[in-house]
T-cell receptor, first 110, second 111 residues
């Protein structure tokens, strides 16, 4: 079983749609959680950290459920520029030893 | 401010050859990481330096891989001898806190 599981997609949505991605992780000792964005043939870039209380950054909302070991990302009012692969990432303990999911691909169409 | 830079961006070598990848972290970042993504798989941790010391090298696949960070500045990752399964994208990242900054990666193709 993978440490971080994501639906690979692709998710095809029209502009303006709301889309949600989910992710589960296996290590209950994981300490911190992130969503990264990766454009085609580019490096991963931090989109947002994920906190237990839930957090929002503009059109993006991230939630964490430690009991279920589940992380989500909600994107509202999708833009064409949101098309990318979204990586669910977990820090397995100290010093940023990150564990990546395989990513969920999002395609936003006009 | 310059980001994390990696060289070369692409490398094509034959099985059995040696390749050295270089990473220049963001100035002032003590933490430097190497990650790798092989085709169709997730990005995986290779190792972590704090300054010139290896903090964690648990992700290094085998002894054909050697990472160094002399002087605590730039780092090199040498693969010797390269095998077909070493093909992939090698990412370097640096940080001084929780947020990691990734380089654009080196695409390694072993033929």
């Amino acid at each position: 079983r993978k440490e971080v599981e994501q639906d690979p997609g692709p998710f095809n949505v029209p502009e303006g749609a709301t889309v949600a991605f989910n992710c589960t992780y296996s290590n209950s000792a994981s300490q911190s959680f992130f969503w990264y964005r990766q454009d085609c043939r580019k490096e991963p870039k931090l989109l947002m950290s994920v906190y237990s209380s839930g957090n929002e950054d503009g059109r993006f909302t991230a939630q964490l459920n430690r009991a279920s070991q589940y992380i989500s990302l909600l994107i509202r009012d999708s833009k064409l520029s949101d098309s990318a692969t979204y990586l669910c990432v977990v820090n397995d303990g100290g010093f940023q030893k990150l564990v990546f999911g395989t990513g969920t691909r999002l395609l936003v169409s006009p | 401010e310059a980001g994390v830079t990696q060289f070369p961006s692409h490398s094509v070598i034959e099985k059995g050859q040696t390749v050295t990848l270089r990473c220049d972290p963001i100035s002032g970042h003590d933490n430097l990481y190497w990650y790798r993504r092989v085709m169709g798989k997730e990005i995986k941790f290779l190792l972590h330096f704090v300054k010139e010391s290896k903090q964690d090298e648990s992700g290094m696949p085998n002894n054909r891989f050697l990472a160094e960070r002399t002087g605590g500045t730039y780092s090199t990752l040498k693969v010797q001898p390269a095998e077909l399964e070493d093909s992939g994208v090698y990412f370097c990242a640096s940080s001084h806190s929780e947020k990691l900054f990734f380089g654009s990666g080196t695409q390694l193709s072993v033929l």
